[in-house]
């Protein structure tokens, strides 16, 4: 009966010494946790502002001189065109802005694989190296030639060719001549860029579907159609649906001028 009891008593004293070793490992969890996330938040506010420090010293550093002009190409601001006289090619500007709301002159004489800054802060280096293809599509209506260009290049330029299944560029109705046949022919040259032309007008969502239901990519991409890659832009979004592919990783986006195009 001793031994009994004395059992008994005993394994009530190891089961509270288990319970309460448990909930002190609970506190401690969360506790680390907590740690844990105030240090990551710190780390991402320095991040950010070594990002915007660098962003602002590579601006200084850069002083584009765009082919074809003979000074630095400076931003035009309409609300001053009442006080002077405005030079031709001042008012060749303004004549073409509505073709795409934007300075579509200065796009025009920018090389479509021009160079960009590097707004990275670092290198990024990933864990994994067997990421999956991706399948890039642009949707468009009536976009502008040169803009246009500049999109497909900067991710042919910039995207590791094992992991760029294909570009697919997904015309949604255009009405521009230039966007036909003219556009046929230049992209025939690109092995990965194919054209898919909706018969009628079917607005983003549909296009987008349209473009989904041909891609042989592992994971859809979708970029809008005046848009410009940086170097490194495609490996951290696809790591990221690697991970988890439940994700729907979106990239920085930075703003390119309508006035200056930088």
Not at 100 to 113: A, E, M, Q, T
Not at 227 to 240: D, F, S
Request: glycine share 4%; net charge positive.
């Amino acid at each position: 009966m001793r031994i009994r009891r004395y059992l008994r008593d005993s394994g009530r004293v190891l089961a509270f010494v288990f319970v309460a070793s448990v909930i002190w490992l609970l506190f401690d969890m969360a506790a680390l946790r907590m740690s844990l996330n105030e240090v990551n938040t710190e780390l991402l506010k320095e991040r950010v502002i070594r990002e915007k420090e660098l962003f602002k010293q590579q601006l200084k550093a850069t002083q584009h001189t765009r082919r074809g002009f003979k000074h630095p190409v400076q931003r035009m601001d309409w609300t001053q065109a009442g006080k002077g006289p405005l030079t031709s090619e001042d008012a060749e500007v303004k004549k073409r802005w509505d073709e795409g709301h934007f300075n579509v002159y200065l796009s025009d004489k920018i090389p479509v694989d021009r160079a960009i800054p590097d707004t990275r802060p670092c290198e990024q280096s990933l864990v994994h190296d067997d990421l999956p293809s991706t399948s890039v599509i642009f949707c468009f209506v009536d976009e502008v030639w040169s803009t246009l260009l500049r999109s497909v290049h900067s991710v042919l330029n910039r995207s590791p060719p094992h992991l760029l299944k294909e570009i697919i560029l997904v015309d949604d109705f255009s009405t521009k001549d230039y966007l036909k046949k003219q556009l046929d022919d230049y992209m025939a040259q690109f092995p990965k860029v194919r054209i898919v032309r909706l018969k009628e007008r079917q607005g983003l969502i549909r296009a987008r579907l349209a473009g989904a239901a041909v891609a042989k990519g592992e994971v859809l991409t979708f970029l809008d159609s005046h848009i410009e890659c940086n170097v490194g832009w495609l490996e951290p979004l696809l790591e990221r649906v690697y991970l988890d592919r439940k994700k729907v990783p979106c990239p920085v986006i930075e703003v390119i001028s309508d006035k200056d195009m930088r």
